[in-house]
């Protein structure tokens, strides 16, 4: 599986950006997604994971309320919605697929099989 990620760059607190992962995939409902992220000088971290069947999994707190995650399987595409953006969302974001099978979406850490090349979110206060 190759992933492509985009969508990022740089925006003011409160904004929005929306990211989209392409998959390269003819299987893509065998795959769960994630999104992860790593700021500078920290280790990367799960943000938000989806099951193939529209599952979601929130890594903690920090973006609950303010981002979002949707998928279209028919586009082999998952997006990362991101509202009132924050100076501390600042990072790297990469998508990540792990196959379904191993249920690893449920936690989403960054123990997922297959990465992307990441899309850098600049956040300024």
């Known amino acids: 599986v190759q992933l492509q990620a985009s969508g990022g760059g740089l925006v003011q607190a409160g904004g929005s950006l929306r990211l989209s992962c392409v998959a390269s995939t003819h299987s893509s409902e065998n795959y769960a997604i994630g999104w992860f992220r790593q700021a500078p000088g920290k280790e990367r971290e799960g943000v938000l994971c989806?099951?193939?069947?529209?599952?979601?999994?929130y890594f903690g707190d920090s973006v609950k309320g303010r981002f979002t995650i949707s998928r279209d399987n028919a586009k082999n595409t998952v997006y990362l919605q991101m509202n009132s953006l924050k100076p501390e969302d600042t990072a790297v974001y990469y998508c990540?697929?792990?196959?379904?099978?191993?249920?690893?979406?449920?936690?989403?850490?960054?123990?997922?099989?297959?990465w992307g090349q990441g899309t850098l979110v600049t956040v300024s206060s």
């Open positions: 990540s697929a792990d196959p379904m099978r191993r249920g690893r979406y449920r936690r989403c850490r960054p123990d997922f099989d297959y």
């Open positions: 989806i099951s193939s069947f529209g599952g979601i999994t």
